[in-house]
Nanobody, 126 residues
């Protein structure tokens, strides 16, 4: 019933921009904190960015801070990740996730989250 659908991934040259979107359905979108994770080939899923219920607070991994911007539009049930100055090391599958619980044992642990999208591939060429 709950679906999170990412889009916007693709192949981009280093230094270029890309914008990812995550459209949610089957849930009350504004009741969920929304989060982006990435998973590089052969590696564990890791935190990228998060945004609180109405967009009042945002959080970023140190590797993307200053380059990526997370946002959400609750009227459209959509979360975005604007990625600028992309680097080859940004290459990964990017996943949208959602969690309703306000308190997490470890917000960086992907196992804490309730729902996941299917992922969208981002490939940055050098």
């Amino acid at each position: 019933q709950v679906q999170l659908v990412e889009s916007g991934g693709g192949l981009v040259q280093a230094g270029g921009p890309l914008r990812l979107s995550c459209v949610a359905s089957g849930l009350t979108f504004s009741s969920y904190r929304m989060v982006w994770f990435l998973q590089a080939l052969g590696k564990e899923r890791e935190f990228v960015a998060a945004i609180t219920w109405s967009g009042g607070n945002t959080y970023y991994a140190r590797s993307v801070k200053g380059r990526f911007t997370i946002s959400r539009d609750n009227a459209k049930n959509t979360m975005y990740l604007q990625m600028n100055s992309l680097k080859p090391e940004d290459t990964a599958v990017y996943y949208c996730s959602a969690v309703a619980r306000p308190y997490l044992l470890n917000a960086y642990d992907s196992k804490e989250y309730d729902y996941w999208g299917q992922g969208t591939q981002v490939t940055v060429s050098s």
